[in-house]
């Protein structure tokens, strides 16, 4: 029986198995982890832990990138960065947007999601700057929490809204 084919019908049937300090360990739902089942992950036990620990190692946490003084642009980077050059400051690839939320809104829960969304995608934080010889170069500021400013158009009549 291929490996594959053998997780699959333990995925099927509920049976979890995870790494627990290098070792297998099984979780299933009761009367589902019968013997004669037991039998055969103790007979694939060697695949399943080689399986399950490059697993591991590739879902492993992302680690920020170190830098050096400023990171240089990438070529689309340049090409934006020549396009506002050349259209002096356009807005164009500027996306504005409003949003209309209804119910109730957990304001600390989504200023704390916008804040790791800006934490983790340094894209987000960036911004180019020339140096003295005008070549372009990021500017990558530093996470800080993030407040969304709201307006509460609810006191308004529906036409003003």
């Not at 790791?116 to 340094?122: D, K, P, S």
């Not at 070549?135 to 996470?143: M, Y």
Request: hydrophobic share 45%; net charge positive.
């Amino acid at each position: 029986m291929a490996l594959m084919q053998f997780m699959k019908e333990l995925a099927q049937a509920r049976v979890k198995l995870t790494l627990d300090n290098g070792a297998l360990s099984v979780s299933a739902p009761k009367g589902v982890a019968t013997p004669a089942l037991m039998a055969k992950i103790k007979e694939h036990k060697a695949a399943l832990l080689e399986f399950l620990q490059q697993s591991e190692r590739k879902n492993q946490a992302i680690t920020v990138a170190e830098r050096g003084q400023h990171p240089a642009l990438s070529f689309a980077q340049q090409r934006l960065w020549l396009l506002d050059k050349i259209n002096g400051g356009s807005t164009q690839y500027n996306m504005p947007a409003a949003l209309a939320l209804d119910g109730a809104l957990n304001e600390a829960a989504l200023n704390q999601a916008l804040s790791r969304i800006l934490e983790r995608h340094e894209s987000l934080r960036t911004r180019f700057a020339q140096d003295g010889d005008g070549q372009p170069f990021q500017l990558i500021a530093t996470a800080r929490p993030f407040k969304l400013a709201l307006t509460d158009l609810s006191t308004l009549s529906p036409a003003m809204r």
